[in-house]
């Protein structure tokens, strides 16, 4: 079997209760992602301390003009900043090539169950557009069915509500999280119908470091 990272083209949604992993797995895909050809931007409503402790990551306002030289950003909403922020989303839309990482993707704007707003349609049209997207959920029953429905991968983590596992099993068998041992998690690559058994990725020190040394590398040649 060939495991697949995501491309510039494709989403990922990585699903798991508070302290499972989800995070530092997180981190680690954004350690792999082709931030080198276009800009990525993390999305940090809750100021992770393993994003924050990344170094030469630029940070962005959200007024802020958007970026559209390759590279690592970060914008940090608040909460009630809910308009900026769908705002901002839709300017992310009309610009294109931008990926985006949510930190916690229930906390934007319009990401319930039946909302619709900007992270819809960078969800169902973000492929044409060069909008690739990595979102972290915590409560799979509660959030949008396009964060699923249009995922190219997804990584299940162990999960502590019956509602939200079931609302992952319906999704697929292959979403069944209910065996796993602490930090591991199961991968599946939905394009070629193939599931993995994922390891503990390594320590978020580590996976904070590799990204700062690409960083470091980027801006020697820029």
């Known amino acids: 079997m060939t495991f697949r990272l995501p491309d510039l083209t494709q989403r990922v949604t990585i699903v798991g209760r508070t302290?499972?992993?989800?995070?530092?797995?997180?981190?680690?895909?954004?350690?792999?992602?082709?931030?080198?050809?276009?800009?990525?931007?993390?999305?940090?409503?809750?100021?992770?301390?393993l994003l924050r402790s990344i170094e030469k990551v630029q940070e962005l306002s959200l007024s802020e003009k958007l970026p559209s030289k390759p590279?690592?950003?970060?914008?940090?909403?608040?909460?009630?900043?809910?308009?900026?922020?769908?705002?901002?989303?839709?300017?992310?839309?009309?610009?294109?090539?931008?990926?985006?990482?949510?930190d916690e993707a229930f906390m934007l704007p319009n990401s319930g169950y039946s909302r619709?707003?900007?992270?819809?349609?960078?969800?169902?049209?973000?492929?044409?557009?060069?909008?690739?997207?990595?979102?972290?959920?915590?409560?799979?029953?509660?959030?949008?069915?396009?964060?699923?429905?249009?995922?190219?991968?997804?990584t299940v983590f162990h999960l502590n509500r019956k509602q939200d596992r079931k609302t992952m099993t319906d999704l697929g068998d292959q979403l069944d999280a209910e065996d796993l041992e602490p930090f591991?998690?199961?991968?599946?690559?939905?394009?070629?119908?193939?599931?993995?058994?994922?390891?503990?990725?390594?320590?978020?020190?580590?996976?904070?470091q590799q990204i700062t040394d690409r960083l470091k590398v980027k801006q020697r040649f820029v």
């Open 71 to 102: 590279g690592l950003f970060t914008v940090r909403p608040a909460l009630h900043e809910e308009q900026a922020m769908e705002e901002w989303l839709w300017s992310v839309w009309q610009h294109e090539k931008i990926g985006l990482y949510f």
């Open 184 to 208: 591991h998690s199961k991968w599946y690559d939905v394009g070629k119908d193939l599931s993995y058994k994922m390891l503990p990725v390594p320590d978020g020190e580590v996976i904070a």
């Open 19 to 49: 302290g499972s992993g989800k995070t530092w797995f997180g981190a680690w895909l954004l350690s792999k992602a082709p931030f080198h050809k276009q800009p990525y931007v993390i999305v940090d409503y809750k100021g992770d301390k």
């Open 116 to 154: 619709r707003g900007a992270l819809q349609a960078i969800l169902t049209q973000g492929r044409s557009k060069k909008i690739p997207v990595v979102s972290l959920v915590q409560r799979p029953s509660q959030i949008s069915l396009f964060v699923f429905s249009e995922a190219d991968y997804y």
